[in-house]
């Protein structure tokens, strides 16, 4: 792999942290991840992601270790044989890319953080942080993404990704590989495995930075009480992944029903013009009323 960033974690992740939130979680968060294979087109459409699940980071539940809050985000999981899937869509009036992969993380940009099935937070790999990924678009509309092994210098990595700006911001959608999240531990003599049951635990983190890259809104999902560090053990989610399709995902088409009566059985059909019911006049005056007292009660709530 080309390692092409040198002491990134020192400057995002070893941050000293000093600003207080409102509302951390007090507890590590579970999310359901269902199994769907998404379009990565870089565009988020209904019926790809599970949008009654997910991930809405906020000014109540974000700490800020730089500057302060400022780009709402929803964030999305998903899963399947090939990798965890990702996507995001970020609200910010000043979007802020990179020119290439080299500064992915020079400008606005995702860091993501991964701990498969605890292991590094239990069995003290080195891989000592995490996995962490760094992700932002780039100015050429591609997505650039870089994997940053624990200490050391930022990594290219196979992925498959795409991005876009859009009206009120950008958004994003990818695909880490499972051969990647699993070597990673591998490395260190653990196993990881993705399959019904399994979890990661997992880590959010936006920065929002002005053109020059020098000015950071820095920002990410976490537990209270642990905001000074990004130990694996207090990351504040846990990804549970199941083979069960998102219920907001599973929309089946009712079918008409089949009528397989014989033909020579089939009841004889009166087609005959069948003239329009009428109604009391009484009772079509009583309904016009109440619908302009209704008109009246609705305009005043307005």
């Known amino acids: ?18 600003v207080s939130a409102s509302a951390l979680y007090t507890e590590r968060q579970d999310i359901t991840v269902y199994k769907n294979t998404p379009t990565i087109d870089g565009t988020i459409n209904p019926g790809e992601w599970d949008f009654d699940n997910v991930v809405d980071m906020t000014a109540d539940n974000c700490y800020a270790w730089a500057g302060e809050f400022t780009c709402p985000v929803y964030f999305y999981y998903s899963w399947d044989e090939n990798g965890l899937y990702c996507a995001a869509q970020v609200t910010d009036a000043d979007v802020c890319l990179p ?41 050429d ?12 210098a930022a990594e290219e990595f196979d992925y498959t990704g795409a991005g ?15 051969s990647h999240i699993s070597g990673a531990v591998a490395d260190e003599g653990a196993t990881f495995t993705a399959a019904d049951g399994a979890f990661l635990n997992a880590k959010i983190c936006y920065l929002d930075r002005n053109d020059g890259g020098a000015e950071t809104n820095a920002y990410t999902i976490s537990l209270e009480g642990t905001n000074e560090g990004m130990n694996p053990a207090d990351y504040a989610f846990r990804l549970n992944l199941t083979t069960i399709t998102a219920p907001s995902l599973d929309t089946p088409v009712d079918e008409a029903p089949v009528d397989d009566t014989p033909v020579d059985d089939a009841p004889v059909v009166d087609d005959a013009p069948v003239a329009p019911a009428t109604a009391d006049a009484g009772i079509v005056a009583a309904v016009a009323v109440m619908a302009a007292v209704a008109g009246v009660v609705l305009s005043k709530k307005h």
Not at 115 to 133: Q, V, Y
Not at 166 to 178: L, R
């Open 164 to 178: 876009r700006k859009t009206d009120s911001g950008w958004e994003f959608e990818m695909m880490i590989p499972w």
């Open 1 to 18: 792999m080309k390692k092409i960033l040198a002491g990134v974690m020192s400057v995002s992740m070893l941050a000293a942290l000093a």
């Open 99 to 139: 020119a290439d992969i080299s500064n992915v993380y020079g400008m606005d940009a995702f860091q993501i953080a991964l701990d498969p099935a605890g292991l590094i937070a239990e069995e003290g790999l080195g891989t000592g942080g995490g996995e962490f990924f760094s992700i932002g678009l780039m100015e």
């Open 141 to 152: 509309g591609s997505l650039g993404a870089v994997y940053h092994p624990w200490g050391g």
